[in-house]
Structures are given as C-alpha cells and as structure tokens.
C-alpha cells in the first residue's frame, strides 16, 4: 500500500504511522452508518461496527492471506484508489486496517482474551447475527477456499456451526437447514454465540498450516518469476 497523497493547503502535522491516519473506532461507526444511507456513494457491506468486527476476524482467522484491497474496499464501500489519498475515506480505511492488526496480535498472542464485537440491547441481550453475517460476507469472497468446511456431513463443518447457524442467505433465510440447527433434539442457536470465540481461534489453528504453505508457495513463485525475468533483460 502506498502512502497517500496530502492535499495541498496548510500545513500539517506530519503523518507517518497508520494511526495518524486512522479515525475513532467510535467515528468509524458513524461513517460507516452514514455511507449505507447515501443515495449517491457505493454502499459498504458492513453497515455496523459489529459487522465489520466479524469481517475482520475472518480476514485473520480464513484460510488465505488476502490483499487490503480485496477485503476493504468492498466491506467499506470504496474503490482501490482511495487506499492513495489521504480523505475521509482513507481514514475510514485506517481505522479498519488498525481493527485487523489488533485482532490479529489478540489471536496470536492472547486468544482467551479475544472477544467478538456483538450488538446488545440495553438490558444486557446479546445479538449475534451482525458479528456473524459479517464472517460470512468475507468467506463469500474467497467461498472456494472455505469449501472444505461447508460440507455438512464432514467434521469440519462443526466448527462453522457457531457462526453459520445465525446467519442468513440473501432472501431471508436461515443459512443453516432446521437439521444442522440443532445438536440431538435441542436447537443450539440460543447459546451459540458463547463458542465464537473459540470458534475463531480454532479456524485460525485449523487453516494455520494452509495460509503458511501457501504463502511459501507464493513467494518462491514470485522469486522463480524475478529470475526468469532477470535472465530474460540478459538475453
């Protein structure tokens, strides 16, 4: 990601970390509420704080490392090129990168402390179905590389279940069938939500081992291609 661009006018303090850059998390909120209502701009996909949190941990708990790009532009509502001005948007951008490193060093060096952003109601009820339809916007954009824990057979799938089982499909639906809503003949949907976070920290475990080997993967085929572009300037 490049630096972005300063516009011209008075002069100002000195922006070198992402921090000087980044909105509140409070603001972030706000900007987000105020983009899904705009007649005009592109609307983000995470209309709420709490989306956006669940969105975050499945960027940092899925099976692939992804671009910035790939995940926030849509999550946020903007396009590549904002990632290279410094607006509004940009630090809405900020904000959201700052959200990931700071879930990401959680998992990594505090998973039992790690604690899923829910939406609750002022006396106490906690609602879920945001955080979780959040994850589920970002498997939808890798869906192929998730693919081997939605079979509903396979034990893997098991480990989906606590954030699946509160979400929905475009019309409406419960994404889960009533089968695969329950464990024996109780329905789990009530107290599910006290596994997420175990749940993220066991997909992180569980995809680890994938996200290195293809990383390594990555980087000797760019290594492989500067030598064959190298040998080819020679030639």
């Not at 509004?88 to 951008?93: L, P, Q, R, V």
């Not at 339809?133 to 824990?149: D, E, I, P, Q, T």
């Not at 954030?163 to 107290?191: S, W, Y």
Request: with cysteine; proline share 9%.
């Amino acid at each position: 990601m490049t630096k972005p661009k300063q516009g011209r006018g008075t002069r100002k303090a000195r922006k070198t970390t992402m921090a000087d850059y980044a909105m509140s998390f409070e603001r972030l909120g706000q900007w987000i509420s105020k983009r899904a209502r705009s007649p005009t701009l592109r609307h983000p996909r995470a209309t709420s704080l709490s989306m956006l949190d669940g969105a975050v941990a499945a960027v940092v708990a899925g099976p692939v490392s992804m671009a910035s790009e790939e995940w926030v532009c849509p999550l946020l509502g903007v396009d590549p090129d904002a990632f290279n001005h410094d607006t509004e948007e940009f630090s809405a951008i900020a904000a959201t990168l700052m959200r990931h490193n700071a879930i990401s060093e959680t998992l990594s060096t505090r998973p039992e402390s790690f604690e899923p952003l829910f939406v609750r109601s002022p006396d106490g009820e906690v609602d879920p179905q945001p955080w979780c339809m959040g994850f589920y916007a970002v498997m939808k954009l890798r869906l192929l590389v998730w693919s081997r824990l939605l079979p509903p057979n396979g034990t893997e799938h098991l480990m989906l279940r606590p954030i699946l089982v509160h979400c929905i499909d475009d019309a409406g639906r419960p994404l889960l069938p009533p089968a695969r809503r329950t464990l024996g003949t109780q329905p789990i949907i009530q107290n599910a939500w006290r596994n997420i976070p175990a749940t993220v920290e066991a997909l992180r475990q569980f995809w680890m081992p994938i996200r290195f080997k293809l990383r390594v993967s990555r980087d000797r085929e760019r290594g492989f291609q500067g030598i064959v572009s190298r040998d080819f300037r020679r030639s």
